[in-house]
């Protein structure tokens, strides 16, 4: 094992997966770690948001490939929704997989039931504010759109001092710290949902001893 952890980690030759056969308590103990690792990186990456949209890396090569304030600020907004929408599948694929193990207790299976619909009724909410599939077209605010306008117009050949003024100082800073406390304000409350969830699958998953009890 320590063989191929290190050939894993650092990049080296050599297998980087264990040889011997998985047994089946093995390929479930990966499927659950793996589901709620998957789950965990969905809500970091929320987190990440907060931080993203509060600050803007003014770095030249920013400003070569002109990316902007506005351009910034709308990629991570978007980037907040589609994490959303992630979260949600990893949470219904995983409430699915447990489900699965456990489709002769009637009582589980009705209880999981119950929690998906408590869990994703709040984040359907947030994933219908940013209004069509994260898929099929680019989130859009009539905020954001004007400060958009507002910054076309300062690129060009004669920027108006006035505008940029009124953009940067007032209009961006204001609609920069709205999304920071929505998207804060949103992630306090995906924390409480996530903490019910996973309460409630580790006492499905696990007995006292923290030992499986899909066998």
């Known amino acids: 094992f320590a063989d191929v952890f290190r050939n894993h980690l650092f990049g080296l030759e050599g297998p980087k997966r264990l040889k011997k056969k998985w047994t089946k308590t093995d390929e479930i103990f990966s499927k659950i770690f793996y589901g709620f690792s998957e789950i965990m990186n969905s809500y970091e990456s929320l987190l990440d948001c907060e931080i993203y949209v509060k600050q803007y890396p003014n770095y030249p090569s920013f400003k070569k490939r002109k990316i902007t304030r506005v351009r910034y600020l709308r990629y991570h ?121 996973c309460d409630y699958m580790v006492k499905i998953v696990f007995d006292e001893k923290d030992d499986l009890k899909i066998k």
Request: aromatic share 10%.
């Open 77 to 197: 907004i978007e980037k907040y929704f589609e994490e959303v929408y992630i979260l949600k599948v990893r949470l219904e694929a995983y409430a699915n997989i447990v489900k699965k193990y456990f489709k002769n207790d009637t009582k589980i299976v009705a209880n999981i039931d119950k929690l998906k619909k408590s869990i994703f009724s709040p984040l359907e909410g947030i994933i219908k504010t940013r209004g069509s599939h994260v898929h099929i077209s680019r989130y859009t605010d009539p905020e954001l759109d004007r400060l958009s306008s507002l910054e076309l117009l300062n690129l060009g050949e004669k920027p108006i001092p006035s505008l940029i003024i009124y953009s940067r100082k007032i209009v961006y800073p204001l609609l920069r710290n709205n999304w920071a406390k929505r998207i804060k304000d949103n992630n306090k409350a995906t924390k409480r949902l996530l903490d019910l969830y």
